[in-house]
């Protein structure tokens, strides 16, 4: 596929259980981002990567959340011991110029 | 802290221009500027890209002036599906993220 993508596309959990969510980029993309964006607001910047350069994670709500990025290209985000003020749509986005993000369709998360 | 300005929310009739302005600050001399819109249960998507005076394309047109503080996203001729909130993020100034604010909710009214 040309876009990016993301999976699952929806997770329903219980509280405390740990989550990875999966994002797959444009090929050659050096640059991806993790947002996420609660019902009706803006996005939430979580953590950047770019290339083989340190993460800026400063996005990063707690220490529960973490993200990983394997050989440049896909990208999981972790969450654990999820509460319900966690459910929200994780957008991953990737860019090749850090000028334009390519987002891929999100993944809705539900805290049971 | 650096970051955009724009309104919340806008509304329009059908058929109207609409014009989103969205304001700077401290843009850096080397950043694009960008716009994205986003439709209900989707990710943002790429509208329109500029670095000053004037970009057009088949979406819509976007205004820089002369100093860069400011840009305007221009729709000419609004249909309800054009019904969507419209971010013009904080551009990156060198490897850095870019920050998406709340952006505009236009709705678009028959």
């Known amino acids: 596929g040309a876009g990016v993508s993301q999976s699952p596309s929806n997770k329903v959990t219980e509280k405390g259980k740990d989550v990875e969510l999966r994002c797959d980029p444009i090929s050659g993309h050096t640059a991806l981002y993790w947002y996420r964006q609660s019902l009706g607001q803006g996005l939430e910047f979580l953590i950047y990567?770019?290339?083989?350069?340190?993460?800026?994670k400063s996005g990063l709500p707690s220490d529960r959340f973490s993200a990983e990025r394997t050989g440049g290209s896909v990208s999981t985000l972790t969450i654990q011991r999820t509460q319900q003020e966690d459910s929200a749509v994780y957008l991953c986005?990737?860019?090749?110029?850090?000028?334009?993000?390519?987002f891929g369709p999100g993944t809705r998360l539900l805290v049971l | 802290l650096a970051k955009t300005t724009q309104p919340i929310s806008m509304d329009s009739y059908e058929g109207q221009e609409v014009n989103i302005t969205c304001s700077h600050n401290n843009i850096a001399t080397n950043d694009y500027i960008t716009w994205y819109q986003q439709f209900p249960s989707q990710g943002p998507r790429f509208i329109i890209q500029?670095?000053?005076t004037k970009v057009t394309n088949e979406v819509a047109s976007l205004f820089i002036p002369a100093d860069r503080k400011s840009s305007t996203l221009s729709l000419p001729r609004v249909s309800l599906s054009d019904t969507a909130v419209y971010y013009c993020?904080?551009?990156?100034?060198?490897?850095?993220?870019?920050?998406f604010g709340t952006g505009t909710k236009l709705q678009v009214i028959p």
């Open positions: 500029g670095y000053k």
């Open positions: 986005a990737s860019s090749w110029d850090q000028e334009t993000q390519y």
């Open positions: 990567f770019q290339g083989n350069s340190a993460p800026d």
């Open positions: 993020p904080y551009p990156k100034g060198g490897y850095q993220k870019v920050t």
